[in-house]
């Protein structure tokens, strides 16, 4: 999911950029100290929306920099356990599929990709009853099981439930009878 969120901080800005424009000088040290980071210990923040307001500046001891208090909005990566996600498989491997939902891969363990016994081939996994292949390239829908934000954002996902894995693949559907 994607949120727009607010951030209040105080942006450091070198002296050298001190010629420039403040706001532009204050919005590109956000894009290079923000982007790509996680904060709150489950967003990643992907893009600067807009700079709110700037306050004076201060100077500290010892520092030629001045700080700006700074409240300014990013759009925000916050991946929810049970979301369904539609991405893009970008490498196979004895492991898994990983597949591309945005900003981050999520991994789907083999165990996970189809409700089969899977079999890694040719580079696709292959399910040994329903012969369904996954390659790179495809487009599947996945839930994601899992998610880990120490350092970098790694997200978990499962493709064996029903309506979940490879579009366009044909699943068997078992119904049950009258009891």
Not at 63 to 83: C, N, Q, R
Not at 96 to 119: E, K, R
Request: hydrophobic share 40%.
């Amino acid at each position: 999911m994607y949120e727009v969120v607010t951030i209040r901080d105080k942006v450091r800005v070198e002296p050298m950029k001190m010629k420039e424009d403040k706001t532009e000088a204050i919005r590109e040290e956000i894009r290079q100290n923000y982007i790509g980071k996680i904060i709150e210990d489950k967003m990643l923040l992907l893009g600067l929306v807009n700079i709110e307001s700037v306050k004076e500046g201060i100077i500290i001891a010892n520092d030629a920099s001045v700080y700006y208090d700074t409240v300014f909005k990013m759009l925000a990566y916050v991946p929810v356990l049970h979301e369904t996600v539609k991405g893009q498989v970008s490498n196979i491997s004895e492991i898994g599929a990983m597949v591309n939902i945005g900003p981050v891969d999520g991994l789907v363990h083999i165990s996970q990709t189809m409700d089969d016994f899977v079999d890694f081939s040719k580079n696709q996994l292959v399910g040994r009853k329903s012969r369904v292949s996954v390659k790179t390239g495809d487009t599947v829908l996945a839930s994601i099981i899992a998610i880990s934000t120490r350092g970098i954002m790694k997200v978990g996902l499962t493709m064996r439930a029903p309506g979940l894995g490879k579009i366009g693949a044909k699943k068997k559907v078992e119904k049950k009878g009258k009891e």
